[in-house]
């Protein structure tokens, strides 16, 4: 049967809308079950702390819990590959941090490409680390600090959390712009490498603020210097490294993204409910008395900042001539 051409046009306009109805729908109910936070970091580290806090937020927001599951190892490939391979349906977000830019660099047969695999979500914050030491180590400023390792060439180790992350990137930065001569120790993240550092196994760590301040405060720890240009709120008294060695600057970062694929409007909910989640007050204090700067913004303008750090961190990696361990 031949149909007319405005009753063929009309039933083609009817079909055309249905599939959307199901994704608009989808939409708007997101989320329907649980969503997974995965972190490549273990439970203590700062991503950590910063996912389950954001984590309980949005479980009050959107009725559905957000379960963390902490995949360290490989520097975070394991928990990106994780990611990478759950579905596109935006149930299942991944924590990213430096390391995940650094990576590209540092890794070329990866089974994922970061940039191209992962969808922004949003940005969370930034982390000022702190240059710390073994109470042993005789030195309690940054100065004190360079004369000690240029006397002890090869004899001082310095932890990080593992090949490629801030810490590590931290730590290589310094030792490039001050000539000072350091075995790097990568270690399964920070608790790990902190408790080494408390007890003397290794000498120093640039370790980000809120995993160490409970020992800086405690005394197991020193902190000679923090990393950013201005002093952190938490630790007032702890000068700059750059107030000793001109130009010094690294920031820890951590965001959130997803699998790329997963919907428009299920992207722009995460976004919106972690910015209200940064911008309310009792978030903010608990991430402040962490030392952790909230810094929201839209998917695009992280998806920018990630490729940016990309670069940044790539050229870095090259001029320093670091290798993957």
């Known amino acids: 049967m031949k149909l007319p051409r405005r009753r063929f046009l009309q039933l083609a306009a009817g079909a ?11 939409a708007q109910t997101y989320p329907a079950r649980p969503v997974r936070i995965i972190v490549g970091y273990p439970p203590g580290d700062s991503p950590d ?7 309980q937020w949005m479980s009050d ?16 490939n394991i928990a990106v590959q994780a990611a990478v391979d759950a579905a596109a349906d935006g149930y299942t977000l991944l924590w ?56 002890n ?20 930065l310094f030792k490039a712009t001050t000539g000072v ?18 007890t003397g196994r290794v000498q120093v760590m640039f370790d980000a603020v809120p995993s160490s301040l409970p020992h800086i405060r405690s005394g197991a720890l020193r902190a000679l210097g923090v990393t950013t240009l201005t002093r952190s709120d938490v630790l007032p008294d702890v000068p700059t490294v750059a107030d000793t060695v001109a130009g010094y600057e690294a920031s820890a970062w951590i965001g959130a993204t997803t699998r790329r694929g997963a919907q428009p409007e299920i992207i722009a909910t995460l976004n919106r409910e972690i910015n209200a989640g940064l911008a309310d007050p009792g978030v ?28 940044k961190w790539g050229k870095v990696i090259k001029f320093a001539g670091i290798k993957v361990e």
């Open 96 to 151: 990213v941090t430096t390391a995940n830019t650094s990576n590209v660099t540092f890794y070329d047969s990866l089974h994922f490409d970061f940039l191209r695999d992962v969808a922004p979500v949003a940005a969370l914050v930034r982390v000022p680390l702190v240059m710390v030491v073994n109470p042993t180590v005789p030195a309690t400023t940054v100065a004190e600090f360079i004369a000690y390792a240029k006397s």
């Open 16 to 26: 055309a809308v249905l599939p959307a109805v199901p994704r608009v729908a989808r």
């Open 49 to 55: 702390t910063v996912a389950r806090i954001m984590g």
């Open 181 to 198: 001569d350091m075995l790097h120790v990568p270690y399964r993240g920070s608790p790990p490498a902190i408790s080494d550092l408390i």
């Open 284 to 311: 903010t204090a608990r991430l402040a008395d962490l030392g952790m700067t909230p810094v929201p913004a839209t998917p695009a303008a992280f998806g920018l900042f990630l490729a940016a750090e990309t670069e």
């Open 61 to 76: 927001r959107l009725g559905q819990p957000f379960v963390i599951e902490n995949k360290p190892g490989a520097a975070t």
């Open 153 to 172: 060439p090869g004899k001082i180790n310095m932890a990080s959390a593992g090949v490629g992350g801030t810490i590590h990137l931290a730590g290589e």
